[in-house]
T-cell receptor, first 114, second 113 residues
Framework: EAQVTQNPRYLITVTGKKLTVTCSQN?????MSWYRQDPGLGLRQIYY???????DKGDVPEGYKVSRKEKRNFPLILESPSPNQTSLYFC?????????????FGEGSRLTVL | SQKIEQNSEALNIQEGKTATLTCNYT??????LQWYRQDPGRGPVFLLL?????KEKRKERLKVTFDTTLKQSLFHITASQPADSATYLC????????????FGRGTSLIVHP
């Protein structure tokens, strides 16, 4: 089954404790991206990757890091989480580096930073 | 600046009626426009893509129109059902040669039985 898998789905952590949210896709997609979704603000892009070893900032990259060492994986790293990073996070992927096609989203990771 | 506007107020309709959702944009010349459905706490799911040279596209009970002069897309669900209740998002590629989509904030549709 074609899917984008995120882990963990739910996480409560404390300020400053490094965490990683993993994202994996099994569709051989070149393009992958991370979004955060907050009430009233919609989906905002954090980082994206056009292919292996190619990453770039989205609209709200501050406080986040990403890496793309393998095509299928695109982890999101919060080096020192803060309460304003409490949000619902989505990973997405698409067929090509030029995603005129559909974006496939993961089920989301709800993060709470205390 | 570029903006994508969707009605922030929920649309309430009766089962069986046609739901019409609007997506307006400014400062874009998009090559395509996408519509997604999102259920609470779940990831968005792609529904339809319409290209700039297409005026209308249909998929089962869904119809999307794209008016590049008005800078507007309309999303219709005919014979609506309570199961159609969800938030619907439109997305456009950023300008400047990028194909990376930017999303509107979505409109919530509530279909009453």
């Amino acid at each position: 089954e074609a899917q984008v898998t995120q882990n963990p789905r739910y996480l409560i952590t404390v300020t400053g404790k490094k965490l990683t949210v993993t994202c994996s896709q099994n569709m051989n997609h070149e393009y992958m991206s991370w979004y955060r979704q907050d009430p009233g603000l919609g989906l905002r892009q954090i980082y994206y990757s056009m292919n292996v070893e190619v990453t770039d900032k989205g609209d709200v990259p501050e406080g986040y890091k990403v890496s793309r060492k393998e095509k299928r994986n695109f982890p999101l790293i919060l080096e020192s989480p803060s309460p304003n990073q409490t949000s619902l996070y989505f990973c997405a992927s698409s067929f090509s580096g030029l995603p005129t096609g559909e974006l496939f989203f993961g089920e989301g990771s709800r993060l709470t930073v205390l | 600046s570029q903006k994508i506007e969707q009605n922030s107020e929920a649309l309430n309709i009766q089962e069986g009626k046609t739901a019409t959702l609007t997506c307006n944009y400014t400062n874009y010349s998009p090559a395509y426009l996408q519509w997604y459905r999102q259920d609470p706490g779940r990831g968005p799911v792609f529904l339809l893509l319409i290209r700039e040279n297409e005026k209308e596209k249909r998929k089962e009970r869904l119809k999307v129109t794209f008016d590049t002069t008005l800078k507007q897309s309309l999303f219709h669900i005919t014979a609506s059902q309570p199961a159609d209740s969800a938030t619907y998002l439109c997305a456009l590629p950023r300008s400047g040669g990028s194909y990376i989509p930017t999303f509107g904030r979505g409109t919530s549709l509530i279909v009453h039985p």
